[in-house]
C-alpha cells in the first residue's frame, strides 16, 4: 500500500497569531520581530511583497516602514505556543499517528484512509480555521520529503487552493511539477548547498530526483542521499510520533540594556536556569553538567571586548532548580570580570540522562533526594497552574532592567485573564 504523509502548516505563523485577535492588521504589512525587537523572523503576505527578507534588521527597515505603513510587533511567545498547542491538539483527531514537527508543522499518517485526501486536507483546513483562526495549507505525498514538497507547492501555487496531494499526480505531471521548482525549496537542502547542486548541474527538483543516490553520497552525505530516495517515493525518515528527550538545554537572552554589575548578572543566570531545569523535568531527566557564559556586544567596536564561559561537572546528575543555579552562580563568580557593558549571557544543561534508573554517589542522601522531587514537582504544579514565575527562586529578582526590549507586545490573549480581548479596546500602540 503506497504512504500518504500529510505535513500541515501555518501560513506566517506568529503573524497570523497576531492577527486572529486583533482584526485591524489584516491586509496590512507586518511583520514579528525577534528579541529585542531586533531582527523579522515572520512576515505577512503583504510585508513580503514589499521585500522584506527574513532576517531582516528592524532598525535598517525604517525608511521602508515610513513609506508603506509596515507594522513592528514585539514577540509574544506565551501566545504562539498556546496556539500552536490548539492547532495540534485539532489535528490529532484526524489521525492517530501525529509527529508534532516544530511550532507550526505537523506531520500525519493517513496511509490506508479510504477516502479522498484532498478533500481530507480541506477538511482540516476548515476545521483549523474555525477553531482557532489560523489558516494552514496542507501538503501530502508518499514520504515525509514529498510531503513538505507538497506544502510549499500547496502554498505557492493558488490553483491547489491550499492543499495538495502528489500521491494523486501521475508520473508525467509529477515531473512537470518538479521541473518547474528550484532545488533549495526541498526540505533539507536551502540556499547553501543549492549553490552546490547547482554546480553540479543540479538545478531543479526534477534534476535532483533523477540524480543517483551513491553519486550524491559521495559528493555530499547519506543525508542527502536519503533525500533523493524520498523524492523517488521510497521512505527513509519515519514520523517521530514521540519526541526523543533533548540532549543538551540551552537557554540564554540578549539584555534589552548593557548590564555592569554581577547582581544583574546574576539574576539573569538564575532566571534561565530556572527555565532550563523546568523543561529538564518536563522530560523526565537529569543534568550531569552545567555550562555558563556572559560576553559584550561583538558589534560595539568602540567598546572593550569580553567574553568568557565555564563548564562545570557534577558528583550526581540532577533536576533541582536550586543545586543547579547554586552551580551556576559559582561559576558565574569565576568568568565575571567588572567594567565591561554585557549583553548577553546563557546556560546550557548536558550530559542528559534519563531519571528513572539514575544511579546515585555513594554520599547522596535518598531523604533529600524525595524531598526535593517533592518541592521541585509542587513547584511546577504551582507554576503550571497560576502562571509563570507565580513561585520562582528570589534570586531571579523583580525589577529586571536587563529584561528584553519589548517595546509593542500584544497581550497574552489566551493564558492571562489580564489579556483576555476586550470588545473595541484593541487599540495597543503600533508601530
Given at each position: ?333 569565576r568568568i565575571y570580570r567588572p567594567g565591561f557593558n554585557y549583553a548577553k549571557a546563557g546556560v546550557m544543561l548536558s ?81
Amino acid at each position: 500500500m503506497k504512504r500518504a504523509i500529510a505535513l500541515i502548516d501555518v501560513n506566517n505563523f506568529y503573524v497570523s497569531c497576531e492577527r486572529v485577535f486583533n482584526p485591524k492588521l489584516k491586509n496590512k504589512p507586518v511583520v514579528v520581530l525577534s528579541n529585542n525587537d531586533g531582527c523579522a523572523i515572520s512576515r505577512s503576505k503583504d510585508a513580503k511583497a514589499l521585500g522584506v527578507v527574513m532576517g531582516a534588521p528592524w532598525f535598517k527597515m525604517q525608511e521602508l516602514v515610513k513609506q508603506h505603513g509596515i507594522i513592528g510587533l514585539s514577540s509574544n511567545y506565551a501566545l504562539y505556543a498556546d496556539m500552536s498547542n490548539r492547532v495540534m491538539t485539532t489535528l490529532n483527531d484526524f489521525s492517530p499517528n501525529q509527529e508534532v514537527y516544530s511550532i507550526d508543522e505537523c506531520f500525519l499518517d493517513l496511509t490506508g484512509f479510504n477516502r479522498d485526501l484532498k478533500a481530507y486536507g480541506q477538511e482540516m483546513r476548515g476545521r483549523i480555521l474555525k477553531w482557532t483562526g489560523l489558516p494552514v495549507c496542507v501538503g501530502v505525498g508518499s514520504t515525509k520529503t514529498l510531503a513538505k514538497l507538497a506544502n510549499h507547492i500547496a502554498k505557492k501555487q493558488s490553483q491547489f487552493d491550499g492543499v495538495c496531494n502528489l500521491n494523486q499526480l501521475t508520473e508525467d505531471e509529477l515531473n512537470k511539477v518538479f521541473s518547474n521548482i528550484e532545488v533549495g525549496e526541498v526540505w533539507g537542502v536551502g540556499r547553501r548547498l543549492a549553490s552546490k547542486l547547482k554546480v553540479l548541474g543540479i538545478n531543479t527538483v526534477l534534476d535532483l530526483k533523477r540524480a543517483d543516490p551513491e553519486y550524491i553520497r559521495g559528493q555530499f552525505s547519506v543525508v542527502m542521499a536519503k533525500t533523493v530516495s524520498e523524492l523517488n517515493g521510497t521512505v527513509c525518515i519515519e514520523l517521530e510520533e514521540i519526541s526523543p528527550p533533548r540532549k543538551q538545554i540551552l537557554s540564554s537572552r540578549s539584555f534589552g540594556h548593557t548590564v555592569r554589575d554581577f547582581n544583574s548578572l546574576a539574576e539573569s543566570i538564575t532566571l534561565y536556569m530556572s527555565r532550563a531545569a523546568e523543561k529538564l523535568r518536563k522530560q523526565n531527566s537529569f543534568a550531569g553538567s552545567v555550562h555558563v557564559y556572559i560576553r559584550t556586544s561583538p558589534f560595539k567596536l568602540d567598546e572593550p571586548h569580553y567574553s568568557n564561559g565555564m563548564t562545570i561537572p557534577m558528583p550526581s546528575p540532577t533536576d533541582d532548580s536550586r543545586q543547579l543555579v547554586k552551580i551556576s552562580l559559582w561559576a558565574l563568580k569565576r568568568i565575571y570580570r567588572p567594567g565591561f557593558n554585557y549583553a548577553k549571557a546563557g546556560v546550557m544543561l548536558s550530559e542528559i540522562v534519563p531519571k528513572a534508573g539514575i544511579q546515585n554517589d555513594l554520599f547522596s542522601q535518598p531523604v533529600s533526594n524525595q524531598k526535593s522531587e517533592a518541592l521541585m514537582s509542587a513547584m511546577d504544579d504551582i507554576n503550571r497552574k497560576m502562571g509563570r514565575e507565580s513561585i520562582k527562586l528570589a534570586s531571579e529578582g523583580f525589577k529586571r532592567p536587563w529584561k528584553m526590549r519589548q517595546e509593542n507586545k500584544s497581550p497574552n490573549y489566551t493564558t492571562d485573564w489580564s489579556g483576555l480581548v476586550r470588545i473595541g479596546d484593541l487599540n495597543f500602540k503600533l508601530r
